[in-house]
Nanobody, 116 residues
Framework: QVQLVESGGGLVQPGGSLRLSCAASGIIFRIYPSGWYRQAPGKQRELVATITSGGTTNYADSVKGRFTISKDNAKNTVYLEMNSLKPEDTAVYFC??????????WGQGTQVTVSS
């Protein structure tokens, strides 16, 4: 059974930083592509960043240069380092991993609120 557990969200002022973590069980990040998505109120879920099994990364234009996705294979954990946060980054952030059949697995989400 695949389980993804996100943590690290919270309230931060504009310009601040947060690091999200996603710990997995039942699936290995080293083998499968994974990523972070977000969903703001009233909007569709959108891609934030992805990382392949080989470590190649991809980012939404809106977060390039500010966010960094990484993974620790030994801890089976994916991270999202978020810097220079803006109010428009406010959303629920979800961890995602795809298995060999391209089936999506999602975490429960963690709230990120950027506000002064």
């Amino acid at each position: 059974q695949v389980q993804l557990v996100e943590s690290g969200g919270g309230l931060v002022q504009p310009g601040g930083s947060l690091r999200l973590s996603c710990a997995a069980s039942g699936i290995i990040f080293r083998i499968y592509p994974s990523g972070w998505y977000r969903q703001a109120p009233g909007k569709q879920r959108e891609l934030v960043a992805t990382i392949t099994s080989g470590g190649t990364t991809n980012y939404a234009d809106s977060v390039k240069g500010r966010f960094t996705i990484s993974k620790d294979n030994a801890k089976n954990t994916v991270y999202l380092e978020m810097n220079s946060l803006k109010p428009e980054d406010t959303a629920v952030y979800f961890c995602n991993v795809k298995n060999v059949f391209n089936k999506d697995y999602w975490g429960q989400g963690t709230q990120v609120t950027v506000s002064s």
